[in-house]
Structure formats: C-alpha cells, structure tokens
C-alpha cells in the first residue's frame, strides 16, 4: 500500500446524485414496511423539509440525522443487506455520476492505485455499493446490532470524521500520494491531505476552497 497511490471516492452526491442513507430507506420500506414507508415519506415532505431547516439552524442537525436513521429500529439485517444490493442495482445504477464513475473503473484497472470508498451512509448500502464495483476497502457509518435486528442506533458516525478514521486505517500516512473526490466541505480535512481533490459540483464554492486548502493540492471543479 505505500507505493501505491491512494484514490478516495466520497459516494453521496459524488459517485451517485443521491443520499443512499435516505434514499435507501425509503426504498427499503416501501417494499417491506407501508407504515414506515407513510412516515418516513412524510419526514421528506415540505412540511418536514422546513423544520428540518429551521432545527438545523438551531444546530440541531445531529439530532436530524440521528432522527432519520433511527427509523431501522427492529429490521433484520439479513433483509436489509439483501435489499441493500437490490438498492443498488435497481436504483442506483439510474444516479450515477458519469465522470466519477468512470474516473472510478480506470483508477481500479490500475495496479499501482488502490481506492478507498469513504462515505458517512449507513454501512449495509456501502458495503453494497463496494461489492457491486468489486471494492475491497470502504469506511463507513456503522450501525448496532443485537439479536440479528438494528437498534436504531450508531455506533459510529463518519459525518464529519471521514479524516479521523482513515487517520486510524493508516491511510492518511505523511508523503503517501492521495487524490480525493468529494462534492462536500466536511470532507476539506481530506482535501487539506491530498495532492489532487476533484470537487463535484464546487465550483460555486471555488473561493471557499482555495481559501481552505494550500496550493500544494491541486483542485480540479467537476
């Protein structure tokens, strides 16, 4: 690993125009829980949409989050996993950047790089997503388990921490040659770390950014 170069994908908004944690749960009810699936589509509703603004100005956007993934109380996770790779196949395929992906299939024909899929989602549609591209390395949002059900609870949250666990995995080594995609400013700590950043959909923040980060890194607005 320390000769190669070190390719790390974001997935939300990056390699798929989608929130897979969302996205995937409101796929996941609608084909096995129509009582969840009225309640969570209604937590998307302009109703909701604006208390969710007005509660993330107050600074409650953990307490959203926290809200939002709390509704996989009592699944199994062997259907959640199953359907997790339905997700990808039926939906995702439809949500896929095109330059990202493609970016993604070369990088992974390359003996020398290895890619990391680093993503906040929940970590049974991330697994998913790196089976489906035959990716070996991925971090992500881990959820609690007990008796074979989720609890509804994280274990461990990557919003915001993307850099701290990949810190623990060894991967942000100093002189290790690194190129991020990313289309999020909570990810400016990995970008602050790598040679090369692809910023999806950033160019409005173009400012922002070079601002953030040392011209060392090169940034390239996709």
Same mark, same amino acid.
């Given at each position: 690993? &320390?000769?190669?170069?070190?390719?790390?994908?974001?997935?939300?908004?990056?390699?798929?125009?989608?929130?897979?944690?969302?996205?995937? /749960?409101?796929?996941?009810?609608?084909?096995?829980?129509?009582?969840?699936?009225?309640?969570?589509?209604?937590?998307?509703?302009?109703? $909701?949409?604006?208390?969710?603004?007005?509660?993330?100005? /107050?600074?409650?956007?953990?307490?959203?989050?926290?809200?939002?993934?709390?509704?996989?109380?009592?699944?199994?996770? $062997?259907?959640?996993?199953?359907? !997790?790779?339905?997700?990808?196949?039926?939906?995702?395929?439809?949500?896929?950047? !095109?330059?990202?992906?493609?970016?993604?299939?070369?990088?992974?024909?390359?003996?020398?790089?290895?890619?990391?899929?680093?993503?906040?989602?929940?970590?049974?549609?991330?697994? !998913?997503? !790196?089976?489906?591209?035959?990716?070996?390395?991925?971090?992500?949002?881990?959820?609690?388990?007990?008796?074979?059900?989720?609890?509804?609870?994280?274990?461990?949250?990557?919003?915001?921490?993307?850099?701290?666990?990949?810190?623990?995995?060894?991967?942000?080594k100093p002189n290790a040659k690194r190129v991020v995609y990313t289309d999020s400013k909570e990810d400016v700590a990995l970008v602050q770390q790598s040679e090369k950043a692809y /910023?999806?959909? &950033?160019?409005?923040?173009?400012?922002?950014?070079?601002?953030?980060?040392?011209?060392?890194?090169?940034?390239?607005?996709?």
């Open positions: 690993m &320390q000769n190669k170069e070190v390719h790390i994908f974001d997935i939300c908004g990056t390699l798929y125009h989608s929130n897979t944690t969302y996205d995937f /749960l409101l796929f996941y009810f609608k084909r096995n829980n129509g009582s969840k699936y009225r309640k969570y589509q209604f937590c998307f509703s302009l109703v $909701s949409k604006v208390i969710w603004k007005l509660l993330t100005f /107050l600074g409650y956007k953990k307490w959203i989050r926290n809200f939002l993934v709390s509704f996989i109380k009592n699944e199994p996770e $062997s259907m959640v996993t199953t359907e !997790a790779n339905e997700f990808v196949k039926l939906v995702l395929i439809h949500k896929e950047v !095109a330059f990202v992906k493609n970016i993604l299939l070369k990088t992974k024909n390359n003996p020398n790089m290895e890619i990391w899929f680093v993503s906040a989602s929940i970590e049974p549609v991330v697994k !998913a997503i !790196a089976k489906h591209f035959d990716i070996t390395n991925y971090v992500s949002t881990i959820l609690a388990v007990n008796n074979h059900r989720f609890t509804g609870k994280m274990i461990e949250d990557l919003e915001g921490k993307k850099h701290v666990k990949l810190t623990q995995e060894g991967i942000l /910023l999806v959909g &950033q160019r409005k923040n173009e400012t922002y950014w070079k601002d953030k980060v040392s011209s060392k890194t090169e940034i390239i607005f996709v």
